[in-house]
């Protein structure tokens, strides 16, 4: 089915380890969105790519890095993983300019860092 | 920067009743989406609003955009099990959906 892969489903790290999340779409979209969801916070921007090769910074950047590895791909990065970012974190993509047609997303990646 | 305010934050209701999620923002909106939410997936999209006033209707619920566009709800009619989730409210001002902290919804048998 069309959509968006999130890889992994599930991640436990130690505080201070490294990790990136992988996100791949094939709905050939030019726009991508990292988020993290926290209880009672809704979903918050962490960082997103308006199209291939560009990226910005969201609403809580602090702590992460991205990569927009080309149309499809775009990773999340955390160097040095810290307990405030457990989350769950969403990946979703949309056709430039269409925001209003909505995005897609994936299913989420459940990070515990201890 | 443009804020989202859903209310109520938890809803817990019998099988069969009404029930109305609002989702308000100090700003005007250019278009305004709600998606649903299950547990241990991603949010689906329901509905789109643009234009202030309309009315859209997905089977038992409906979805209104506030005449001034800086308002929305949702209704569900006769709510079902299956109806349980959480709801969000999102808009694109700027080209990047923010959220509201959402709405969870459980509809008891």
């Known amino acids: 089915n069309a959509g968006v892969t999130q890889t992994p489903k599930f991640q436990v790290l130690k505080t201070g380890q490294s990790m990136t999340l992988q996100c791949a779409q094939d709905m050939n979209h030019n726009s991508m969105y990292w988020y993290r969801q926290d209880p009672g916070m809704g979903l918050r921007l962490i960082y997103y790519s308006a199209s291939e090769g560009t990226t910005d910074k969201g609403e809580v950047p602090n702590g992460y890095n991205v990569s927009r590895l080309n149309k499809r791909e775009f990773s999340l990065r955390l160097e040095s993983a810290a307990p405030s970012q457990t989350s769950v974190y969403f990946c979703?993509?949309?056709?430039?300019?269409?925001?209003?047609?909505?995005?897609?997303f994936g299913s989420g990646t459940r990070l515990t860092v201890v | 920067t443009q804020l989202l305010e859903q209310s109520p934050q938890f809803l817990s209701i019998q099988e069969g009743e009404n029930l109305t999620v609002y989702c308000n923002s100090s700003s005007v909106f250019s278009s305004l989406q709600w998606y649903r939410q299950e547990p241990g997936e991603g949010p689906v999209l329901l509905v789109t609003v643009v234009t202030g006033g309309e009315v859209k209707k997905l089977k038992r619920l409906t979805f209104q955009f506030g005449d001034a566009r800086k308002d929305s709800s949702l209704h569900i009619t006769a709510a079902q099990p299956g109806d349980t989730g959480l709801y969000l409210c999102g808009s694109s001002n700027t080209g990047k959906l923010i959220f509201g902290q959402g709405t969870t919804l459980q509809v008891k048998p």
């Open positions: 979703a993509s949309s056709e430039a300019g269409r925001e209003a047609w909505g995005y897609t």
